[in-house]
T-cell receptor, first 116, second 114 residues
Framework: DGGITQSPKYLFRKEGQNVTLSCEQNLNHDAMYWYRQDPGQGLRLIYYSQIVNDFQKGDIAEGYSVSREKKESFPLTVTSAQKNPTAFYLC???????????????FGSGTQLSVL | AQSVTQLGSHVSVSEGALVLLRCNYSSSVPPYLFWYVQYPNQGLQLLLKYTSAATLVKGINGFEAEFKKSETSFHLTKPSAHMSDAAEYFCAVTTASSASKIIFGSGTRLSIRP
């Protein structure tokens, strides 16, 4: 079955530690996204990528980094500079046929990150 | 820039009653609007989307939404609530010129009373 796989489902970070969240898709989608979800705040865009080897900052990129070396993969690193990393992180993808804005997002099942 | 506002962070209805979840948008150009549903500890799934073809949009699970430009609204409705509808619902907006930036509302948690 085609879809988006996020791992791990739960992740714990120690003070000063960088952690990496995995996101893999086999939908052959060009665009991939990372959102952060906090209770009562909805989803906020961290980073997005429209094509391999290119990505743009979203609204809350500080303290995060990404890479897009392969079309299928878009890992997110939460660095020690992110002082409040506890949240639910969602990866998504979509097609980008002619930059059509009405293409829906496909979401992974999320990673819950907590600080020890 | 575009934005969405969801009125009511929590809505509770009885099983069989009408469901109404409110969403108002702001956009200086014609918007594309979406409703997504999220079940606990899962990602989001698309319920329906408005892309200027028809103002009344029908989605999955019996939900529908009506685009009202004069009211800048895109409220989600379902005639008869089912226990399985209990979830969090998100309204989202984007435009043709900002296709890669999809803005989500803060969400509305829907509870169903037996």
């Amino acid at each position: 079955d085609g879809g988006i796989t996020q791992s791990p489902k739960y992740l714990f970070r120690k003070e000063g530690q960088n952690v990496t969240l995995s996101c893999e898709q086999n939908l052959n989608h060009d665009a991939m996204y990372w959102y952060r979800q906090d209770p009562g705040q909805g989803l906020r865009l961290i980073y997005y990528s429209q094509i391999v080897n290119d990505f743009q900052k979203g609204d809350i990129a500080e303290g995060y980094s990404v890479s897009r070396e392969k079309k299928e993969s878009f890992p997110l690193t939460v660095t020690s500079a992110q002082k409040n990393p506890t949240a639910f992180y969602l990866c998504a993808s979509s097609t980008q046929r002619g930059r059509m804005a009405n293409e829906k997002l496909f979401f992974g099942s999320g990673t819950q990150l907590s600080v020890l | 820039a575009q934005s969405v506002t969801q009125l009511g962070s929590h809505v509770s209805v009885s099983e069989g009653a009408l469901v109404l979840l409110r969403c108002n948008y702001s956009s200086s150009v014609p918007p594309y609007l979406f409703w997504y549903v999220q079940y606990p500890n899962q990602g989001l799934q698309l319920l329906l989307k408005y892309t200027s073809a028809a103002t009344l949009v029908k989605g999955i699970n019996g939900f529908e939404a009506e685009f009202k430009k004069s009211e800048t609204s895109f409220h989600l409705t379902k005639p008869s609530a089912h226990m399985s509808d209990a979830a969090e619902y998100f309204c989202a907006v984007t435009t043709a010129s900002s296709a890669s930036k999809i803005i989500f509302g803060s969400g509305t948690r829907l509870s169903i009373r037996p």
